[in-house]
Nanobody, 124 residues
Framework: EVRLVESGGGLVQAGGSLRLSCATS????????IGWFRQAPGKEQEGISY????????AYVDSLKGRATVSSDNAKKTVYLQINVLKPEDTAVYYCAAGPEGLVKFGSAEYWYWGQGTRVTVSS
């Protein structure tokens, strides 16, 4: 059974940092890309970052460039998303998803497996 489980969300003050984790199981880590998405209250889901599990190459949406770092621990089959200098507009439910390498980027439709999400609330 494929599982993705996010953790690390919570309430944080603006300017603070969080590290979100995406623990995976049930599929071969190699050959996949893990994407991070978020859905703010009243807004559509948006892709914000992804990482190739084969070569570790990351990508970020413009609003997170310079503030976020995505990384993977292949031994633990876990992907992390560190976000610094959090802003109230970062408040959202954050999801990780897995999809076939080379076919997925920021669009959500191509991802095959999804986690349940972890809520991040940034207070001003």
């Amino acid at each position: 059974e494929v599982r993705l489980v996010e953790s690390g969300g919570g309430l944080v003050q603006a300017g603070g940092s969080l590290r979100l984790s995406c623990a995976t199981s049930g599929f071969s880590f190699d050959g996949y890309t893990i994407g991070w998405f978020r859905q703010a209250p009243g807004k559509e889901q948006e892709g914000i970052s992804y990482i190739s599990l084969s070569d570790g190459s990351p990508a970020y949406v413009d609003s997170l460039k310079g503030r976020a770092t995505v990384s993977s621990d292949n031994a633990k089959k876990t992907v992390y998303l560190q976000i610094n200098v959090l802003k109230p507009e970062d408040t959202a439910v954050y999801y990780c998803a897995a999809g076939p390498e080379g076919l997925v980027k920021f669009g959500s439709a191509e991802y095959w497996y999804w986690g349940q999400g972890t809520r991040v609330t940034v207070s001003s």
